[in-house]
Every structure is written in structure tokens, then in C-alpha cells.
Antibody, heavy 119, light 110 residues
Framework: EVQLVQSGAEVKKPGEFLRISCKGS????????ITWVRQMPGRGLEWMGG????????NYSPSFQGHVTISADRSISTAYLQWSSLKASDTAIYYC????????????WGQGALVTVSS | QSVLTQPPSVSAAPGQRVTISCSGS????????VSWYQQLPGTAPKLLIY???KRPSGIPDRFSGSKSGTSATLGITGLQTGDEADYYC???????????FGGGTKLTVL
């Protein structure tokens, strides 16, 4: 069974570092890209960027380039999304999803991770 | 404001049919494949339609997709209360080199 299991909810202060994770199982991790999607409270879906775990090539959305870092460790079938300095506006649910190539649809999704940034 | 335009909400009675539109441009829908996602309240999105009109395994044929020019449409027949959800279209934008989602449409089954 294909599964993407994300790390748990986080509560952080502005300026803090955060890394959240997405672990794939039930399939060959390097055969699929992992993408990250943001959903701010009460809002729609926003694509942040995706990574090819085979070579860790990342394609960032222009809207998120420079604000987050996407990485992966194929040895443990895990992808990451990290912030070096969080802002209150980063408060959102973050989903990971897999797709066979960059422009392909997202066929399996993680359960989502709520990140709350508040002083 | 999203590059892909969807109506904010649609509604219909149980058993009826509803359509949800997604309007874009030649840089996205016009030259790329469209997907549709269903997000039930409090859950992660789920792939409903891919490559304009194909259904993943397990998706009932009450759900259909089509594309014409720079617009795409999701159709749902035999509406059920369990279909109440937010629906998003998605596609690649060749100019932005990014995946785009529509703003989402909230379906209410009256």
C-alpha cells in the first residue's frame, strides 16, 4: 500500500527554524517526485515546488523560491521542507504528494502537517 | 487571485448533475493536461480526474472531466451528500514553469 506519512503538527515562534518531513512507503521512492503544497487557513492549494529523489533536483515555484528549501534523503525514503526563519504568514497546512514526473498529477497525498507560527 | 479561474461555489440537489468550470490560458490549460482534486472537509486532497478525462482506479464514473481550448470542466452526476467538498483544477504552466491550482469551488448538495 502506497503511503506518504508526514511529521506532526508544529507550533513555532517567528524567526525560528523548522523542518518537516514526508516519508514514502509501499513504492520505489526514487521513481516518483515529491511535491509540497501549502494551504493557508480557509484558502486554496498552492504549489511550492517538487523534488526528484533520484538526484535531488528541485523545481521551485517562483512564489516560494528563496523562502523555503526542499530536500530529500533517498536512503530513508524521506523528503523535507524547511524554513530558516519562520514568519507568522507561514501558518498553514502543508501537504506532500507524489507524482511520476514534474508535470504529472499528484496521485497520492500525505495527511498534511499543520504549522502554526505565533509569538 | 488564481491564474486558473473557478466559480467559488456551486450547489445542486441530491441526484442532480453539476458542472464546475476552470478557465485558463494557452500557457497552462491550452497546452497542458488538466487534473481535478477533491478535498473533503478536514482531509487531504484526492486525485479525481487526470489527463483531462481519466479516472484513477476507485473513482466512480459519476465523475467526468473534459477540456476545450483554454477551459476545463468537471462534471458530477447523481449527486450525493458525500460529494460535498472543495474541488480544485490543476495543470502545468509552461510560462511560469510551475504547477497551478484553481482557486477552488465549494460544492453544496442541498
Amino acid at each position: 500500500e502506497v503511503q506518504l506519512v508526514q511529521s506532526g503538527a508544529e507550533v513555532k515562534k517567528p524567526g525560528e527554524f523548522l523542518r518537516i518531513s514526508c516519508k514514502g512507503s509501499g513504492y520505489s521512492f526514487t521513481n516518483y517526485w515529491i511535491t509540497w503544497v501549502r494551504q493557508m487557513p480557509g484558502r486554496g492549494l498552492e504549489w511550492m515546488g517538487g523534488i526528484d529523489p533520484t538526484d535531488s533536483y528541485v523545481n521551485y515555484s517562483p512564489s516560494f523560491q528563496g523562502h523555503v528549501t526542499i530536500s530529500a534523503d533517498r536512503s530513508i525514503s524521506t523528503a523535507y521542507l524547511q524554513w530558516s526563519s519562520l514568519k507568522a504568514s507561514d501558518t498553514a497546512i502543508y501537504y506532500c504528494a507524489r507524482h511520476p514526473y514534474l508535470t504529472a498529477p499528484f496521485d497520492y497525498w500525505g495527511q498534511g502537517a499543520l504549522v502554526t507560527v505565533s509569538s | 487571485q488564481s491564474v486558473l479561474t473557478q466559480p467559488p461555489s456551486v450547489s445542486a440537489a441530491p441526484g442532480q448533475r453539476v458542472t464546475i468550470s476552470c478557465s485558463g490560458s494557452s500557457s497552462n490549460i491550452g497546452n497542458n493536461l488538466v487534473s481535478w482534486y477533491q478535498q473533503l472537509p478536514g482531509t487531504a486532497p484526492k486525485l479525481l480526474i487526470y489527463e483531462n478525462n481519466k479516472r484513477p482506479s476507485g473513482i466512480p464514473d459519476r465523475f467526468s472531466g473534459s477540456k476545450s481550448g483554454t477551459s476545463a470542466t468537471l462534471g458530477i452526476t447523481g449527486l450525493q451528500t458525500g460529494d460535498e467538498a472543495d474541488y480544485y483544477c490543476g495543470t502545468w504552466d509552461s510560462t511560469l514553469s510551475a504547477v497551478l491550482f484553481g482557486g477552488g469551488t465549494k460544492l453544496t448538495v442541498l
